[in-house]
């Protein structure tokens, strides 16, 4: 069962970067797909990026790519989301989900999911 905690997110001017991470205290990272998800006030969870169990296999979104980009560590169970360009719009809480097939798009397709971190993005 995967255990997921995300850290790193903040208040950045548009045009900055973060980095957020997603350590998972479980015992089988290496087995899931894993995602990050966003959330902002009013709106609908959406898919941002998701990359395979061996990290090979990535997916992005539409308006992920060429900005962001998702990495995975497995020595340290940590999943990563280099977010560069930084626009307002990218102002949400970012989810990190676990448990997926494949690198997945589907929100459903996650089992386990951490607490979110903010993501503020000033103009």
């Known amino acids: 069962q995967a255990q997921l905690v995300e850290s790193g997110g903040g208040l950045v001017q548009a045009g900055g970067s973060l980095r957020l991470s997603c350590a998972d205290s479980?015992?089988?990272?290496?087995?899931?797909?894993m995602g990050w998800f966003r959330q902002a006030p009013g709106k609908e969870r959406e898919f941002v990026a998701a990359?395979?169990?061996?990290?090979?296999?990535?997916n992005y979104a539409d308006s992920a790519k060429g900005r962001f980009t998702i990495s995975r560590d497995t020595a340290k169970n940590t999943v990563y989301l280099q977010m560069n360009s930084l626009k307002p719009e990218d102002t949400a809480v970012y989810y990190c989900?676990?448990?997926?097939?494949?690198?997945?798009?589907?929100?459903?397709?996650?089992?386990?999911w951490g607490q979110g971190t903010q993501v503020t993005v000033s103009s």
């Open positions: 989900g676990a448990g997926a097939q494949l690198p997945s798009s589907r929100y459903g397709a996650y089992d386990y």
């Open positions: 990359i395979s169990w061996g990290g090979r296999n990535t």
């Open positions: 479980g015992r089988t990272f290496s087995v899931y797909a």
